[in-house]
């Protein structure tokens, strides 16, 4: 795979040569998205860092219509030889590091490798900044995960960390070090502790997207019914469009820091699935308790949704909820997308995608 030259549409989109640049790893991703599209309208060069596949697919920065506008680069972050030679080539302004085996479920399955990508990694990359970029400004994408079994509710910057997966440890690792180098070596590296945040282009596998998507392959006549795991488990959801505002303006500060983002309230998987199914304009009755609970389609008795342990986590985070008061401090940062506008928000959009393929 070769790098992606700078396209005539995005040179005049850009304007001038003497841009700031900003490199994001896993630009591909559902932030990395969002964040290229925040960073091109704030005026920036956006250089976005993939791994290697047989088949690269944008299709996130296509829906935001800002393919052309980002120039992407070979950057698996598990190649130190190639983190140091690009990072010493670009020297960004700014650097986002957003790539992640960011699936809690899998990092049970691969401990291993999220634990390199995840943890190991995030040092490759500032020491590739020590040496080459000291000026260079890194945000680090850290997660409420890392809160895990949290005592304290709502979770601040200074709430303990009781991170119950390996990808919560290895995040752990990556927080850590990150504020490390900023106090050993003096770098403008910020940790953001983001909870759960969400979107039309979010991952398949995320609780609310396979809720939302197996709604629309359900009302199109595409699929039977909807398996999930751990109805009760709560999160702090709020809208990925919103979040990449708040890791932006980190960046903007005079010195790096640690920031929670979160929306503060939180809501069951039950809550979302109810929203979704109302959205969707299908009326339910539920029967049975605990795993043997079902769904079923008020008018046909069928089963809709159903539980599946396989979809229960080894080990659980309950409840997980933030407190942003230092972010709409500092940053002046706040949620502008509440939660029923983004669960219709995604039931609208997986629908609209789902009817289209159909039509095709
Ligand atoms: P995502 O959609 O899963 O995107 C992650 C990206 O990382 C993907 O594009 C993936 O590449 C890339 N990647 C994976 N392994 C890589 C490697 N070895 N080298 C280079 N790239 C690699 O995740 P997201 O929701 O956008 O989240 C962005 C970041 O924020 C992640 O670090 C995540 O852990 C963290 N975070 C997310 C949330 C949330 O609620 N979304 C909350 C807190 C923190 P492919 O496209 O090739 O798969
Ligand atoms: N994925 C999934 N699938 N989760 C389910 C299901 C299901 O069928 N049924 C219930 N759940 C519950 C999970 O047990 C979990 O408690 C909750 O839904 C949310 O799961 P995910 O959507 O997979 O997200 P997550 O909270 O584990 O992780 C996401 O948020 C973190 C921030 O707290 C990811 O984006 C992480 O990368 C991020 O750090």
Not at 44 to 71: A, C, F, K, M, Q
């Amino acid at each position: 795979m070769t790098a992606v030259r700078i396209s005539p549409r995005s040179s005049a989109r850009q304007g001038s040569k003497s841009l700031r640049t900003a490199l994001v790893t896993g630009v591909l991703g559902q932030d990395g998205a969002y964040l290229a599209k925040t960073l091109l309208d704030e005026g920036y060069r956006v250089i976005g860092g993939i791994r290697r596949t047989s088949s690269v697919n944008p299709w996130r920065l296509e829906e935001l219509g800002i393919r052309d506008h980002v120039d992407l680069v070979p950057l698996d972050l598990l190649e130190q030889s190639n983190v140091q030679r690009t990072i010493g080539r670009i020297r960004p302004d700014l650097l986002f590091n957003l790539a992640a085996q960011s699936f809690v479920g899998t990092a049970f399955e691969e401990p291993v490798y999220t634990t390199m990508v995840d943890g190991v990694a995030v040092l490759y990359l500032l020491e590739a900044i020590r040496s080459h970029a000291p000026e260079t400004r890194f945000y680090q994408a850290s997660t409420s995960e890392m809160f895990g079994k949290a005592v304290v509710v709502p979770q601040t910057e200074d709430t303990p960390f009781h991170p119950r997966s390996p990808y919560g440890v290895a995040k752990v690792y990556g927080h850590w070090i990150t504020v490390n180098y900023r106090e050993a070596h003096g770098l403008h590296a910020s940790s953001g502790l983001l909870f759960n945040h969400e979107s039309p282009l979010r991952g398949i596998d995320f609780v609310t997207r396979k809720i939302t998507h197996g709604l629309a392959r359900i009302r199109c006549g595409l699929q039977d019914r909807l398996e999930l795991g751990n109805l009760e488990a709560r999160r702090d959801w709020g809208h990925a469009a919103d979040y990449v505002r708040a890791m932006y303006a980190m960046t903007q500060r005079p010195a790096g820091s640690t920031y929670v983002v979160a929306t503060g309230a939180d809501h069951s998987v039950r809550d979302f699935l109810a929203l979704a199914l109302q959205a969707s304009d299908i009326e339910v009755r539920w029967e049975g308790e605990g795993r043997d609970e079902r769904c079923l389609d008020a008018a046909t008795g069928r089963p809709l949704v159903t539980i599946n342990p396989r979809f229960y986590r080894p080990a659980e985070v309950d409840r997980l909820v933030g407190d942003s008061s230092r972010a709409k401090r500092d940053l002046g940062w706040q949620p502008t997308i509440g939660f029923p506008a983004l669960v219709e928000e995604m039931v609208r959009a997986d629908y609209d995608r789902v009817r289209r393929s159909v039509d095709a």
